[in-house]
């Protein structure tokens, strides 16, 4: 199964908007308008996720969802729709659906959810949750033994089957979204839906909407009643992402709901009562933006019921090392390449580097090292750290690179004496930069790499002299 290649059962005006960036990210793209162009992609490919419209015409995701339910190896369905409705939200995800979307489709999180190291799970129906049993094999694969983060894990288990709010707090990067889904996936809420909101990604009159919904007519543009993230999360789990960046006035209205358990509708007169299990993530320090008058103190109050701090990856000591393998398998696999091991001069760079983009850095890095180290063990060359250039071979060079010989390669130029150059006639620059180089390469055997690095040039430039020199007629190697 490949998680670079998606499938879209939509009409194409819902995805025009993500299609460009995602193929520019390296995604093969699908797309079908009923069941039979589906099958037919299936056939041919495997993709990594299936994005469905509820219905189409001539088409219903209930034949999607039974096509794969007997199917082990089936991709997670993600129901996409621009009119969200919460009891269909239940009907199909209680069906297999992975998970439910309002429109319109976001690019990084099609992305982050393609890249979920984490095999199709089917969802019980809600019938079977009376007596729910966690089962860790639902949620998100949370790697690591260090301490710090089996203290997080373990309180996470303990407090996942209730209702509580959860305030996750940590830096950058830590995982915060992923420790989210696993809280959900261990809950008795783990067949209801999954809502995520990015509380700093919309002004506060679209945040207001997008969480609580409108009715038609409510403000220019408000065509028809919208369904809010509440209701959609109505049996399940609702997000709040970086809740820090939320404006105080809304802030008020959402501690009314946390309170009373029901929502208003921008421009509506009915109440909606809703059944909601709010988790909230930060990467600031609320109890100080609480001090500085940016935050509410009844509000913090109420989302604090259960603190989980997530470590930073430099705390969680050689937890590095097997988060490295992990990604490097996961990405051996989704790119179909030959095992790749790390040098212990990269294993020895990933202990002492501060990693301040955290889980999420690391996660970039082995991709690139992946790619880059085509099987040869990782070195710290490979992960393209910032100032460091990728010394690229074309073809020619690389065979001549691995068939340099022992000896030296220009054994019949003489030895430069600079007190005779001194004393005899000026030579031109270009040429003196020609005997150099001849010299470069002579020291190191041919290596063109070395010689570069002897000669205080990058690998591109000697190239591009050497091809000078062939074409005036002098070549050096």
Same mark, same amino acid.
């Given at each position: 199964?490949?998680?670079? %290649? ?9 995805? /025009? ?22 099958? &037919?992609? &299936? ?17 219903? #995701? ?53 890249? @979920? ?11 079977? !949750? ?21 203290? +997080? ?18 830096? *950058? ?17 783990? *067949? ?22 409108? @009715? ?27 809740? /820090? ?12 709901? &946390? ?14 009562? +809703?059944?909601? $299990? ?5 990467? $600031?320090?609320?109890?100080?933006? #609480? ?58 760079? &990933? ?32 992960? !393209?750290?910032?100032? @460091?250039?990728?010394? !690229? ?8 690179? @691995? ?41 190191? *055997? ?23 020199? %062939? ?7």
């Amino acid at each position: 199964m490949s998680m670079r %290649r998606l499938l879209f059962l939509a009409p194409a005006q819902a995805v /025009s908007a993500v299609f460009a960036p995602l193929r520019d990210a390296g995604f093969e793209l699908g797309m079908a308008e009923n069941m039979k162009g589906a099958s &037919l992609f &299936l056939e041919k490919s495997d993709p990594g996720v299936i994005f469905a419209r509820p219905s189409m015409p001539g088409f219903k #995701v209930e034949e999607l969802l039974t096509f794969g339910a007997d199917k082990a190896e089936f991709p997670p369905v993600i129901i996409i729709t621009d009119k969200g409705d919460a009891r269909e939200a239940e009907r199909l995800m209680s069906l297999g659906a992975r998970d439910y979307w309002l429109e319109p489709l976001d690019m990084e999180r099609i992305a982050a959810v393609a890249r @979920e190291p984490r095999a199709p799970v089917p969802v019980p129906a809600l019938s079977t !949750l009376g007596g729910h049993k966690p089962s860790y094999e639902k949620g998100p694969q949370i790697v690591g033994h260090a301490p710090a983060i089996r203290r +997080v894990l373990k309180l996470a288990r303990q407090v996942a089957g209730s209702k509580a709010t959860v305030l996750i707090s940590g830096e *950058s990067g830590t995982g915060k979204e992923m420790f989210s889904r696993y809280l959900h996936a261990m809950s008795k809420r783990a *067949s209801g839906p999954f809502i995520a909101v990015n509380c700093a990604a919309l002004p506060e009159h679209l945040l207001e909407s997008e969480l609580f919904g409108h @009715e038609k007519g409510a403000f220019t543009g408000a065509i028809a009643r919208k369904l809010g993230k509440f209701e959609l999360a109505d049996g399940g789990t609702l997000l709040l992402d970086e809740i /820090s960046e939320m404006d105080l006035a809304l802030q008020a209205k959402l501690l009314r709901v &946390l309170q009373e358990g029901e929502v208003d509708r921008v421009g509506g007169t009915e109440t909606v009562k +809703v059944d909601v $299990r709010v988790l909230a993530t930060t990467n $600031r320090d609320l109890e100080d933006w #609480v001090k500085q008058g940016k935050f509410r103190q009844d509000l913090y109050f109420r989302l604090n019921v259960i603190p989980l701090r997530l470590p930073s990856l430099r705390e969680r000591g050689d937890d590095v090392l097997e988060l490295a393998r992990f990604f490097m398998n996961m990405y051996i696999r989704e790119y179909g390449l030959p095992p790749v091991e790390l040098s212990q001069a990269a294993i020895e760079w &990933l202990r002492s580097y501060e990693f301040p983009g955290n889980v999420r850095e690391l996660q970039n890095l082995m991709e690139r090292a992946v790619l880059l180290a085509n099987g040869q063990p990782a070195q710290p060359a490979h992960f !393209l750290l910032e100032d @460091e250039e990728w010394p !690229l071979f074309d073809e020619e060079e690389q065979e001549e690179h @691995e068939s340099a010989p022992s000896a030296p390669a220009c054994h019949d130029v003489p030895e430069m004496d600079t007190n005779a150059l001194a004393a005899g006639p000026v030579i031109p620059l270009h040429e003196m930069e020609r005997l150099m180089i001849i010299k470069g390469l002579e020291a190191t *055997s041919g290596n063109r790499t070395q010689a570069a690095e002897l000669l205080g040039i990058s690998v591109r430039t000697l190239r591009n002299k050497l091809n000078e020199y %062939r074409t005036l007629g002098h070549p050096v190697d």
